[in-house]
Each structure stands twice: as structure tokens, then as C-alpha cells.
Nanobody, 118 residues
Framework: QVHLVESGGGLVQAGGSLRLSCAAS????????MGWFRQAPGKERTFVAA????????KYADSVKGRFTISRDNAKDTVYLQMNSLKPEDTAVYYC???????????WGQGTQVTVSS
């Protein structure tokens, strides 16, 4: 089991930026892909971005391409989501997730609220 803690959410005006952080307690010797998901009120949780263990592969939802950047620092066991040019439709609870390589995302953080005002 992986323990994940998100931070960095808050209230920002449209066009502004936030950087989310995810502190991960990973099993020693294991390699995990990491991802960010979000869930708006009344909607299902949706994929935002993901990054492989060596950060060679990154994936983004079409809605955030060119605006969001996922990165990781394995020495610090931390994953980041830099969010620029934020839009009101980005308002959601953002969750960090971990997946063993070759597996599904099966560990989740508690979430951090991002609110973008118009």
C-alpha cells in the first residue's frame, strides 16, 4: 500500500497558476507510475496527467495539454503538477495516484481543492 498526501490547492483567478505537490511513501525497491486525477462536483473522477518512473513517458488529458505539466523527483518521493492558465472549468478536487508499473492506479491521496474564479 502506498500513502499519498497532496498539497498546494487553493483559490485562484482565471489565468492564474498553482503548483500541486504529492508526497508519496513508496515501497522500497518498487517502481511506480504516478498520476493526477480530478473530480468536480456532480461529476466522475477524470484523468489529468501521468508520468512513468523514469519520467520518460508523460500523458495528459486533451483539456490540459499545453497548460499543465507533470514532473517528479524520485529522490524526494514527490510528484508535482504545475497548472498554468487556469480556467473556471479546472475547478475540482485534485487527487494524486500511484500505479505499480504494468498495473492500475490503486493508491489514492485524500485530494486537494482547486477553485478557479471567473
Amino acid at each position: 500500500q502506498v500513502h499519498l498526501v497532496e498539497s498546494g490547492g487553493g483559490l485562484v483567478q482565471a489565468g492564474g497558476s498553482l503548483r500541486l505537490s504529492c508526497a508519496a511513501s513508496l515501497r522500497t525497491g518498487s517502481r511506480y507510475s504516478m498520476g493526477w486525477f480530478r473530480q468536480a462536483p456532480g461529476k466522475e473522477r477524470t484523468f489529468v496527467a501521468a508520468i512513468s518512473w523514469f519520467a520518460v513517458i508523460t500523458k495528459y488529458a486533451d483539456s490540459v495539454k499545453g497548460r499543465f505539466t507533470i514532473s517528479r523527483d524520485n529522490a524526494k518521493d514527490t510528484v508535482y503538477l504545475q497548472m498554468n492558465s487556469l480556467k473556471p472549468e479546472d475547478t475540482a478536487v485534485y487527487y494524486c495516484a500511484a500505479a505499480p508499473d504494468g498495473g492500475d492506479f490503486d493508491s489514492w491521496g485524500q485530494g486537494t481543492q482547486v477553485t478557479v474564479s471567473s
